[in-house]
């Protein structure tokens, strides 16, 4: 009896066909490229017929894989090389942001086929947002009008929303710091959102992304005060950046001084030497921590450092004229809610005799 088990059948010489949507498709930036530009060419600069022009090329190319080539190409005209240049060989259009002329309204315009293109198009939003951001850091490798044109750009798309604040994190690198690049391009950047929307939406756009505070770090550490900056911005016609960093510092401050004035009284601290360093810090902050003043007052009251008594009689007349007004208003509330407090615990005491 053969117990020998039959051999399964073989195929030799033969090769199976793989399936077009198994295969890996090869990675062509160039290809793409060369679509994109040839169609920008043929619309020329009639910005509508980009925007169709692009919206309707999405279903037949593959924006997902080439959105870096994609906004490389609509941005500076081709595909960028590390640090922002061109190459000499490489195929370029004029349909682009470095290419149009260095106004708002056709910066508006640009704005707008970015907004229709990523409306339409959802998922590039990850990608316009990486692009900023690596344009950004390319700056020193463009010219001051290609930068300028970038910053009202940029300034448009944060204003509609199209763009997150945290892309500014990309400004505060070291190299465009201290060479002045990053404070130069703010100042457009600025303007251009501002004239958008107003200085209340930038800053709430801002303290979103926790932004509001680091603007100072526009300039290089020497010069990061307030009086550089104020300096700087206003005379670059942004008045009320200037105003609103000064006011972010002085709110910075008093909240400090609140919060060191806690711990040296959860410390047992001596109380001539926490006024000694109120003292101090009014006078090194000048005006500013008058707005604060009811607050510290508050707090004293609260660690039981002052009475109702010594509030009471000052209030009444133990005070200068420079500051009365302000003080006075500050403290009214206060003094109005410890005269009904006094009242009330003397009526309590009565009733008990």
């Known amino acids: 009896m053969n117990n020998q088990k039959p051999q399964k059948p073989t195929l030799s010489g033969q090769r199976f066909k793989t399936r077009k949507r198994d295969e890996k498709e090869r990675f062509d930036p160039t290809q793409f490229q060369d679509c994109i530009i040839q169609g920008l ?55 682009c942001v470095f290419a149009a002329q260095e106004d708002l309204e056709t910066m508006q315009a640009f704005a707008q086929v970015f907004n229709k293109l990523i409306r339409r198009y959802k998922y590039l939003e990850k990608g316009f947002e990486d692009e900023v951001k690596k344009l950004l850091l390319f700056l020193k490798g463009f010219s001051e009008s290609e930068r300028n044109k970038l910053a009202m750009l940029t300034g448009i798309l944060l204003a509609n929303g199209t763009l997150n604040a945290s892309i500014l994190n990309s400004l505060y690198n070291e190299n465009l710091v201290k060479e002045g690049v990053s404070a130069a391009f703010a100042v457009k950047l600025f303007k251009s959102w501002i004239n958008e929307k107003d200085i209340n939406a930038v800053a709430v756009s801002l303290r979103k992304v926790n932004m509001d505070n680091r603007l100072m770090e526009l300039f290089p550490a020497n010069k990061q005060s307030v009086e550089h900056f104020s300096k700087y911005f206003t005379e670059a016609g942004l008045k009320e950046l200037s105003e609103y960093v000064r006011n972010q510092q002085t709110i910075g401050a008093r909240k400090e001084l609140q919060k060191e004035l806690q711990e040296q009284m959860s410390r047992g601290d001596p109380f001539k030497d926490i006024i000694l360093y109120v003292k101090e810090e009014m006078k090194k902050n000048n005006i500013h921590f008058m707005k604060a003043f009811q607050k510290i007052v508050v707090l004293f009251y609260k660690a039981e450092v002052l009475s109702e008594e010594p509030i009471l009689k000052w209030y009444k007349d133990a005070h200068l004229a420079k500051g009365k007004s302000v003080f006075l208003e500050q403290m009214k509330k206060f003094v109005e809610w410890l005269k009904n407090a006094e009242e009330e615990s003397e009526s309590e005491g009565e009733e008990g005799d």
Do not use: C, H, Q
């Not at 037949?60 to 080439?66: E, S, W």
């Not at 005209?77 to 922002?84: K, R, T």
């Open 41 to 95: 060419t043929e619309t020329g600069t009639d910005l509508e017929a980009v925007a169709k022009f692009l919206d309707a090329s999405g279903a037949k190319l593959d924006y997902r894989r080439y959105a870096e080539t994609l906004f490389d190409i609509l941005v500076a005209g081709g595909m960028l090389a590390p640090g922002g240049t061109l190459a000499d060989d490489m195929t370029r259009t004029n349909v």
